[in-house]
């Protein structure tokens, strides 16, 4: 339960963050994703949960886009969005065919 009670908490404040930097009030981003405003700041405040369909419209009236992604693929894609250390090398690189390494 406190790691849905994190997720949504870092879920809103993403929302949050991204409404401010667009000068927007919460009833625009409501109106723009067609649902109420007591509705929207629940979710931006971490409140409540919300539905896969009314986080993407979110997303979108933000200028956002959302992704659901196979649990197997997190880590992967959190090392990609997180880099350590100074490593400089793009995090995918073209390989030859039949180049095994």
């Known amino acids: 339960m406190k790691a849905e ?6 879920i809103g404040d993403h929302f949050r963050r991204a409404r401010l930097a667009a000068g927007l009030t919460q009833e625009q981003v409501a109106d723009l994703a067609g649902i109420s405003r007591p ?6 405040t971490g409140a ?17 886009e959302m992704m659901l992604v196979p649990q197997a ?6 090392a990609l969005l997180s880099p350590q250390g100074d490593d400089d090398r793009p995090a995918f690189s ?3 065919e039949g180049d095994d390494e």
Do not use: F, H, S
């Not at 693929?73 to 959190?78: L, S």
């Open 48 to 64: 409540a949960a919300a539905r896969a369909t009314t986080l993407i419209n979110i997303a979108r009236a933000l200028g956002l």
């Open 94 to 96: 073209p390989q030859a």
């Open 39 to 44: 509705r929207y700041r629940d979710v931006e």
């Open 5 to 10: 009670a994190e997720a949504l908490d870092m």
């Open 73 to 78: 693929m997190v880590p992967a894609i959190q």
